[in-house]
């Protein structure tokens, strides 16, 4: 019996960590690239919404190179596996002081640019199963060098847990807008309804609202 317990609990660790993805290609108008993305050094969601790793992951290893891609180009990321768990996502640019590369994410330099959310009768994310998620950066953002970043979170186990990842872009050919920017971590109440919402919950979800700041379109 004994053996038998073990057992099972090694298969639903098994089966909790083939659930989990990472960010870890960078979609970069008709290009890709792994070597822009500050590559995850696991597959483990972060915890916390408040903590630091909220940014680009747990110390993540650090990118080799920085992209160049132009505004109005698509941008986004490949998974390494499915979205699995069913919950909302989104994709942030964060401008840089000054090179990229030496920027760690801190400070209110944030601003999102697109999102997926949830479609109801029945509950469901728009963003599961999906294997890459892109989107078009806004053409009237600022040329310089910034951090690409996307968010996911699972909502089948409150609090939510939190798949993140970042890469290294400079972008040329933009514009001159000026959109409200968010410090990460502080983009998110920890009490947000959008983050202790539970998939499974009964009565089911009738509305969802995605936590964080508006989407910026430029």
Not at 100 to 125: C, H, L, Q
Request: glycine share 10%; net charge negative.
């Amino acid at each position: 019996m004994k053996f038998a317990l073990s057992l099972l609990g090694l298969v639903a660790i098994a089966q909790s960590a083939s659930a989990h993805y990472i960010f870890n290609t960078l979609v970069y108008g008709d290009k890709t690239s792994t070597a822009a993305v500050r590559q995850a050094q696991n597959n483990s969601p972060v915890k916390l919404v408040t903590s630091p790793d909220m940014r680009c992951n747990v110390e993540p290893h650090p990118a080799t190179e920085t992209v160049t891609v132009s505004a109005n180009d698509t941008i986004g990321f490949k998974l390494s596996a499915a979205i699995f768990h069913q919950g909302p996502a989104a994709i942030y640019l964060g401008e840089a002081p000054g090179n990229v590369s030496d920027w760690d994410g801190s400070g209110a330099r944030w601003f999102k640019i697109a999102e997926w959310g949830a479609t109801f009768n029945p509950v469901n994310f728009t963003d599961i199963g999906l294997v890459e998620l892109t989107t078009t950066i806004p053409a009237n953002t600022t040329s310089g060098q910034y951090l690409v970043r996307a968010e996911q979170f699972g909502l089948h186990n409150p609090p939510a847990e939190y798949y993140v990842g970042c890469a290294q872009i400079n972008i040329v050919n933009g514009g001159n807008g000026n959109p409200d920017k968010v410090s990460i971590p502080g983009h998110i109440d920890p009490n947000d309804p959008g983050v202790t919402a539970n998939i499974y919950q009964y009565p089911p979800l009738e509305n969802y609202t995605f936590p964080g700041p508006v989407v910026w379109r430029g």
